[in-house]
C-alpha cells in the first residue's frame, strides 16, 4: 500500500524547536521530489519547502527561510522537517507530500499537529 | 496572503454543476500548464483530483474537470453529489508557487 505517515508534532514553546519526520513506504520515495504542505487552523494550505529526489536542493517559503531545514534519507525512505526558532504563526497540521511534477502532489501523509503556545 | 485567489464558498444543490475559479498571474497560472486541484473533508488530508489543468487521476469520477484560460484556472462539478461537499484547493506551479485560499463547496 503506498503510504505516508507523518509523526513527530506536538506541544512546543514559543522560540522552542521540532523535528518531523515521514515514513514512505509502497512506492519508490528516491524518485520523488518531496514536500512540506501545512495548514493553520481553519485555513488554506501553505507550500513550506520542498527537496530534490537526491537532496541536492531544497527551496523554502520565505517565512520560514533559515528557521526550517527539510532533509531525507533515502535509504531509509524517510523525509524530514526540522523547526526552530518556533513562532505562533508555524502552529499548524504538517503534511508532507509526493510532488510527481512541478507542483503536482499525488501522495498525502495524514498530517501531524503543531502546536506553539 | 495566499498566492492564488478562490472564492471562498460556493454551493449547488444536487444534480446541479458547479464552477469554482482559481486567478493567478502571468507568472503561474497563466504560464504554466501545472495547475491542480484538492478536494479535502474535514479532518481529512487533501486528495489530487485534478493535474496538469484538466488530467484526473485514476479512480476520480469524471464529473470533475478542470480548464484554463488566461491567468485564472476552473474546477467544475457536475451532477453534484452530497459526498461532494468539502473544501478545494487549486494549486500552480511557477511564481511564488502556492495555493490558493481554499473554497468550501456547500451541497445544499
Known amino acids: 500500500e503506498v503510504q505516508l505517515v507523518e509523526s513527530g508534532g506536538g506541544l512546543v514553546q514559543l522560540g522552542g524547536s521540532l523535528r518531523l519526520s515521514c515514513a514512505a513506504s509502497?512506492?519508490?520515495?528516491?524518485?520523488?521530489?518531496m514536500t512540506w504542505v501545512r495548514q493553520a487552523p481553519g485555513k488554506g494550505l501553505e507550500w513550506v519547502a520542498n527537496?530534490?529526489?537526491?537532496?541536492?536542493?531544497?527551496n523554502y517559503v520565505d517565512s520560514v527561510k533559515g528557521r526550517f531545514t527539510i532533509s531525507r534519507d533515502n535509504a531509509k525512505n524517510s523525509l524530514y522537517l526540522q523547526m526552530d526558532s518556533l513562532r505562533a504563526e508555524d502552529a499548524a497540521v504538517y503534511y508532507c507530500?509526493?510532488?510527481?511534477?512541478?507542483?503536482?502532489?499525488?501522495?498525502w501523509g495524514q498530517g501531524t499537529m503543531v502546536i506553539v503556545s | 496572503q495566499s498566492a492564488l485567489t478562490q472564492p471562498p464558498s460556493a454551493s449547488g444543490s444536487p444534480g446541479q454543476s458547479v464552477t469554482i475559479s482559481c486567478t493567478g498571474t502571468?507568472?503561474?497560472?497563466?504560464?504554466?500548464?501545472?495547475v491542480s486541484w484538492y478536494q479535502q473533508h474535514p479532518g481529512k488530508a487533501p486528495k489530487l483530483i485534478i493535474y496538469?489543468?484538466?488530467k484526473r487521476p485514476s479512480g476520480v469520477p469524471d464529473r470533475f474537470s478542470g480548464s484554463k484560460s488566461g491567468n485564472t484556472a476552473s474546477l467544475t462539478v457536475s451532477g453534484l453529489q452530497a459526498e461532494d461537499e468539502a473544501d478545494y484547493h487549486c494549486?500552480?506551479?511557477?511564481?511564488?508557487?502556492?495555493f490558493g485560499g481554499g473554497t468550501k463547496l456547500t451541497v445544499l
Open positions: 502571468s507568472s503561474d497560472i497563466g504560464g504554466y500548464n501545472f
Open positions: 509502497g512506492f519508490t520515495f528516491s524518485s520523488y521530489w
Open positions: 527537496i530534490k529526489e537526491d537532496g541536492s536542493k531544497k
Open positions: 496538469e489543468v484538466s
Open positions: 494549486c500552480s506551479f511557477g511564481g511564488s508557487g502556492g
Open positions: 507530500a509526493t510532488d510527481r511534477a512541478s507542483f503536482t502532489f499525488n501522495i
